[in-house]
């Protein structure tokens, strides 16, 4: 009774004591049940938070689920059931699609993750990391195209839905900065609302986060029995540059508020600037976001207190929001018929060889670049993960976090570059279809 009444007491969920968190969930499940929730942001936030926590919980302590992107699985999947077989009161569901397509919290998380997560890299990192990952990330991701494309036509896909449906997805750089950019700029360009697309965008990068994991893995087992081809967690074959990415000139800071609020401000501010110029240029408005932060993080032209405000609007956004937007996505844009409808042996397949593709590249071309082949091959696979959540996964699956600056770059400017030119070549070949 002691143990049942200390593991009570100790146990969290979301940060939130279990005790305190299941009164919150009988409060909201009550409401909800009862049609008194208020249809309002704070109702919506109440019942996508509820759930987020809970099931992001459950996604990171279940055996084998918690190794393979169970948080992410779970918050997509389960909303989506009980929507399919009506668990849902109707007056919930409205209250969610008030805060998710009436307030749009989903393109606010957008702009956060985004803006946030780019203005918050270490900028010799970004410089850094970017020239000595250019030809792995180019390498593989070429061998990934051309591997998925190949498999995809075996398999009976054609090459535009192998390439924009299956290949995008799994190297766009996760959820957040890469599936739900890349609905709005396909909502954009071929006209159907945002929902429809990250139905059949959010399995694919499921499934290689899946896929990349297993590789890494198997990875690390071959890293153990050959020694000479492992750094055991780096990547270089040099002390003096692994050095640059290990070494951390500020140490954490307390988080201003204040400086929060202004970074925040200016969230808003890059959102609305990639509006502006998709009037001009014609490129859907989230891509050219990207694009503004990028060159402002290179060129210096933020205050760094203002880098930090955008990094903190990030960091909370990352860990309170994602896993209850993924509840507000299960349950509106993510309908269970479309996800099954999606699935196929072929379909597997197919994900499987643009993940294994990227891996072997890295593997095989690290010698060239003074590279450890089995570093290198993770951290390549990290472009196809799920973004951070994916990087953490992938690098704990092969004991390999040292290389977290390295799958950071893989995954956000991989991510990102691959979202812009997607964009590109599909308003560049949609008139065409």
């Not at 051309?146 to 535009?160: D, K």
């Not at 697309?197 to 890494?216: E, K």
């Not at 409808?341 to 643009?354: D, I, T």
């Not at 990102?416 to 560049?428: E, F, G, K, N, P």
């Amino acid at each position: 009774m002691q143990r049942y009444k200390s593991l009570m007491q100790n146990s969290e969920v979301g940060a939130v004591p279990l005790l305190l968190f299941v009164s919150i969930t009988l409060i909201v499940g009550c409401s909800a049940y009862a049609g008194v929730l208020p249809k309002n942001m704070i109702g919506g936030l109440a019942v996508i938070m509820t759930l987020g926590f809970a099931f992001s919980k459950v996604g990171r302590v279940l055996p084998l689920l918690k190794d393979i992107g169970g948080p992410a699985i779970l918050c997509l999947i389960i909303p989506s059931m009980l929507v399919y077989f009506d668990l849902f009161e109707k007056h919930t569901l409205d209250t969610v699609h008030l805060l998710m397509k009436e307030a749009n919290l989903l393109y606010f998380v957008i702009a956060c993750l985004v803006v946030g997560s780019i203005l918050g890299m270490n900028r010799i990192i970004l410089i850094q990391g970017m020239t000595r990952m250019f030809v792995p990330l180019v390498a593989g991701t070429v061998a990934a195209i051309i591997s998925g494309l190949l498999v995809g036509m075996l398999c009976g896909y054609t090459p535009y839905h192998t390439f924009f449906f299956i290949i995008v997805p799994i190297i766009g750089g996760g959820i957040g900065e890469g599936i739900l950019p890349l609905s709005l700029a396909y909502s954009a360009i071929l006209g159907q609302t945002p929902d429809v697309y990250v139905a059949q965008l959010a399995p694919a990068a499921v499934v290689g986060n899946i896929f990349a994991i297993v590789c890494a893995g198997v990875l690390a087992r071959i890293g153990q029995r050959c020694p000479s081809l492992t750094g055991n967690g780096m990547l270089i074959r040099s002390d003096a540059d692994n050095r640059i990415f290990t070494h951390t000139p500020n140490s954490p800071q307390q988080t201003d508020f204040q400086l929060m609020g202004g970074g925040l401000l200016m969230i808003c501010a890059f959102f609305i600037a990639g509006g502006l110029l998709e009037k001009l240029v014609h490129i859907p408005g989230p891509v050219l976001m990207i694009l503004i932060a990028v060159l402002c993080k290179y060129s210096q032209v933020i205050p760094s207190s203002m880098e930090k405000g955008a990094y903190s609007c990030y960091q909370f956004v990352s860990t309170a929001l994602v896993w209850p937007l993924m509840i507000g996505l299960g349950m509106l844009y993510v309908p269970l018929e479309n996800v099954v409808a999606v699935f196929s042996v072929g379909y597997v397949v197919v994900c499987g060889a643009v993940v294994f593709a990227m891996s072997l590249s890295g593997y095989f071309i690290a010698s060239y670049l003074n590279m450890y082949p089995v570093e290198a091959a993770i951290v390549t696979s990290c472009h196809s993960g799920l973004g951070g959540t994916g990087d953490v996964a992938i690098l704990s699956a092969s004991n390999r976090m040292a290389l977290m600056p390295f799958a950071q770059i893989a995954t956000r400017i991989g991510g990102a570059s691959t979202v812009i030119a997607a964009t590109l070549l599909l308003s560049a070949v949609s008139p065409s279809l």
